[in-house]
């Protein structure tokens, strides 16, 4: 089936540095790709989505200079957190689509940021 | 906007049936994904509904009514394991999750 890599799995970084977290389809093309935010004992709150070779749309109240998307290929997508502060800590998920019906139908397997 | 409700909490004893149920208002709808999420882990795939009606895989049943805007996932003979929390998304060309209902198995 379908699988997803989201690397890394954990980071821990300073208060004002960026981190670069990178989502692939290893097997198949995704023409779509979803950014999720995930609180402790919250659900996933769609953050953007990217389309290859076109800008991400982004879902109100997310930031967009602040989470850099870039969908450059039909294999990978990165999410850039910008300038991190303690409150962007969360635990962060991508999902890939082909662009049928199946919407967000594949998830990787998520980054846990921890912001110091 | 979406507005997808379920319960947040439910418990049952290992062997039992539990029945989590989902209703939705969403201005778009193109079917309503289940996924089972572990502490600290992505969620993975347990169902897709399009169509009115029942769909059985194993021990996970999921039932859909586009009229009514319900959904429900139907787990049979609870295990420890299947302690989780299930997610309810309805696909309008994007997810839109509920907010998840943790389920809780006793011995």
């Known amino acids: 089936g379908a699988v997803v890599s989201q690397h890394p799995s954990r980071v821990i970084c300073k208060s004002g540095t960026s981190v670069k977290i990178e989502c692939r389809s290893l097997?198949?093309?995704?023409?779509?790709m979803f950014w999720y935010r995930q609180f402790p004992k919250q659900s996933l709150m769609l953050m953007a989505t990217?389309?290859?070779?076109?800008?991400?749309?982004?879902e109100q109240g997310v930031e967009k200079d602040k989470f850099l998307i870039n969908h450059a290929s039909l294999t990978l997508s990165t999410l850039t957190v910008t300038s991190a502060h303690p409150e962007d800590s969360s635990f962060y998920i991508c999902?890939?689509?082909?662009?049928?019906?199946?919407?967000?139908?594949?998830f990787g397997s998520g980054t846990r940021l921890t912001v110091v | 906007g979406q507005n997808i409700d379920q319960p947040t909490e439910m418990t049952a004893t290992e062997g039992a049936i539990v029945q989590i149920n989902c209703t939705y208002q969403?201005?778009?709808?193109?079917?309503l994904f289940w996924y089972q999420q572990h502490a600290g882990e992505a969620p993975t795939f347990l169902s897709y509904?399009?169509?009115?009606g029942l769909e059985e895989k194993g021990r996970f049943s999921s039932f859909l009514s586009r009229s009514k805007g319900y959904s429900y996932l139907l787990l049979k003979e609870l295990q420890m394991k299947d302690s989780a929390s299930y997610l309810c998304?309805?696909?309008?060309?994007?997810?839109?999750f509920g907010a998840g209902t943790t389920v809780t198995v006793r011995a």
């Open positions: 999902s890939a689509g082909t662009g049928g019906s199946d919407y967000g139908y594949t």
């Open positions: 097997d198949f093309q995704a023409t779509t």
């Open positions: 990217s389309n290859e070779g076109s800008k991400a749309t982004y």
């Open positions: 969403t201005s778009g709808f193109n079917g």
């Open positions: 509904n399009v169509l009115d």
């Open positions: 998304a309805v696909n309008d060309y994007k997810l839109s």
